[in-house]
């Protein structure tokens, strides 16, 4: 494993994506179902491996001038880093970006993602006596009944492992008479392969750590930034919420809740379009973050492996080089 890091890599394409559409209809809902079944059939685990795919730049990447090295000169934390600028489609800084890390709440990202696409924000849910039992204490009550939406709100906001959870069981019960949570977390892993992010790996839906060895879920810098990137590219409405310091969540009762976001740097960063932490034994610190660099520039930058404090710091670091960087070419 090569521990130095590697900085402006000529343009990189990343693992071909496929659209994956928002199930409304019972029909095309019908036919993903179909498919999360069969699935369910398949063994799991085995190795995996990550596939790009190689092709000739647009003539808007091919336009695009060289980016002036301004990251030789910095220092991170972090064990593993990637900065991916989306419309150059190239990446602009890589440490370890390929080795597989313990995602800690990341993972919320995929959570969230899969009940997006597979449930309709209006559909109301009970939480369950088993979300909150989770970790942590987001304020939720067992009984208390929540739109779909909010508790994705919940999640990705102020990390909310109770909300993560009820996400994960409701929209499961919907893919069969097994344990609903389970074939959520089948789901998940069955998404992160159709959209080709082959390190990501899925145990829970919350990311808390299983045990003192088993991380709830691992994925390299690389694929984080990359569905990080398919969010906010196909489905930004779902990491806007992420951009405040914090927001009210109401249940279907009226009453609110207050969500703070875990992402401390939230207002440090110039034209934050969404983010989502990490924090567990194992994992340390992670942060994943996407933030217009201008001209409806987005850059992606993933750090994972740091502390609880320096993941802040490391990601304003990379988001500095990056300002430099492209103001060099203005």
Known sequence: MNDEPTYIIDTIQKPATNRFPIFMQLGILGLILFTLFGALFLPQGGEQTNVTTTAAP?????????????????TIVATAAYVWDVRAQRALFSKNADEPLPLASITKLM??????????????????DNAIRQEGNSGLSTGERMGIKQLRQLALVSSSNDAAYALGASVGELLGDQDPTSQFIRGMNIRAEELKLNSLQFWNTTGLDISATQPGAVGSARDVSFLMEYIVTRYPEVIVPTQETSTRIYNTAGAFHEASNTNEAVMKIPNMIGSKTGFTDLAGGNLTIAFDAGFDRPIIVTVLGSTRDERFTDVLTLVQAVQRSLGENK
């Open 58 to 74: 647009t003539p808007q990447q091919a336009s695009l001038p060289a980016v002036p090295q301004k990251f030789d000169d910095i």
């Open 111 to 128: 959570t969230a993602l899969l009940a997006y696409e597979l449930i309709s924000d209006d559909t109301k849910t009970t939480i369950s």
